[in-house]
């Protein structure tokens, strides 16, 4: 994937530059960053992360599970005593809880893994170990309009600017 990658020096030309590629039309951006930044995510347009819908749905499938699991059990070899319900939910809160932790976990480990792409193992061209210590990039995929984006990328303030990044 070709493109073109700006290098800055602060959080904040980063973020200008984003707004500024953003505000021109480019919306497909990479932004890498060594510690996250919540004003970055949100001058990219990223408003909450779709992994606690995993995680939501994994906890109300185990509940669900673990209900069905003790209750159905229960119905199935029913075991009277004294006249107590057979189907008693203070007897089930335990298992209930678990398989929720349980399955709310699993199902948003999974999220995670769907939703970074860690099953494709690769590192993208554009990265750069700098980006890990004390640089921020910001890499625009493939533009036409090349000279446009790049002195956007200047004039935010970026310390190198690197036209057809990629393999």
Known sequence: ??????????????????KRLRAAGHDDLDVFSPIPYEELEE?????SSPIRR?????????FVTAYA??????LAYPLITQGKPIVALPAYFIIIF???ILFAGL???????????????????????SFSVDRYGVFVPGQSGSEAVESIMRDTGAVTVEQEVGA
């Open 98 to 100: 678990e398989l929720t």
């Open 69 to 74: 699991l003790t209750a159905l059990t229960s």
């Open 43 to 47: 001058a990219m347009g990223i408003v």
């Open 54 to 62: 995993w995680a939501l749905i994994g906890g109300i499938t185990g």
């Open 1 to 18: 994937m070709s493109g073109i990658l700006a290098q800055y020096d602060s959080v904040g030309k980063a973020i200008a530059g984003v």
């Open 107 to 129: 199902f948003g480990f999974a999220g995670l893994l769907y939703h970074t792409h860690k099953t494709r193992r690769r590192i993208s061209p554009a990265y750069r170990e």
